[in-house]
């Protein structure tokens, strides 16, 4: 599998925003980047996701460097709602393979 | 729409008991996954059907657990016999295209 790696923790002050750096260096042609979240006692969900070119949606935004080897997730302003486990997934034949992800924390 | 459903969401028992896990996907889904998380760590899956199929279960732990989904809509999963390893939080998740969409999960612990 294709590994991605991700801060542990971030924390972020509300109604700003929050960037989520993402590094996966052995991302082949095929593979599309995926962005999920989860809150405390809930199940995945899911944010955005892309494949070459840069993604928005009403949730956030997804920035894909160039060479595909890194990806940037855009929280344009975090609300304490935003506050969750962040996961970058390289999905192939529709399958996650989630790692740790990035704790996001925010501060009223 | 109603999303994905699960039941139960919470269930105790004792190691070397069975348990069983009930999840309904979103209607029209084809493709349901069944996924472990134990705490601290990020889901793993352990099984994906399309339709009635299995399609990957190579990290399904055999000797102890067993899905199916009757009819390609309802699965269930089972655990025979449990061990304390087990505990964890058990997820369904189903989706039609790239996006998987995930039911709240049943919170497994073994005593």
């Known amino acids: 599998d294709a590994k991605t790696t991700q801060p542990n923790s971030m924390e972020s002050n509300e109604e700003e925003p929050v960037h989520l750096p993402c590094n996966h260096s052995?991302?082949?042609?095929?593979?599309?980047i995926h962005w999920y979240r989860q809150l405390p006692s809930q199940g995945p969900e899911y944010v955005i996701h892309?494949?070459?070119s840069n993604v928005n949606n009403r949730m956030a935004s997804l920035a894909i460097a160039e060479d595909r080897k890194s990806s940037t997730l855009i929280l344009h302003r975090a609300t304490l709602r935003d506050a969750a486990v962040y996961y970058c997934?390289?999905?192939?034949?529709?399958?996650?393979?989630f790692g740790a992800g990035t704790t996001v924390t925010v501060r009223a | 729409e109603a999303g994905v459903a699960q039941s139960p969401r919470y269930k105790i028992i004792e190691k070397r008991q069975s348990v069983a896990f009930w999840c309904n996907p979103i209607?029209?889904?084809?493709?349901l996954y069944w996924y472990q998380q134990i705490l601290g760590q990020g889901p793993k899956l352990l099984i994906q059907?399309?339709?009635?199929?299995?399609?990957?279960d190579s990290q399904l732990p055999k000797d102890r657990f067993s899905a199916e989904r009757l009819k390609g809509v309802d699965s269930t999963l089972k655990i025979q016999p449990a061990k304390l390893e087990d505990s964890a939080v058990y997820l369904c998740?189903?989706?039609?295209?790239?996006?998987?969409?995930f039911g709240p999960g049943t919170r497994l612990l073994v005593l």
């Open positions: 892309g494949l070459t």
């Open positions: 059907f399309q339709n009635n199929g299995v399609v990957d």
């Open positions: 209607s029209g889904h084809a493709t």
């Open positions: 997934i390289l999905s192939y034949d529709y399958k996650l393979s």
């Open positions: 998740a189903s989706s039609f295209s790239e996006t998987q969409y």
């Open positions: 052995t991302i082949s042609g095929t593979d599309y």
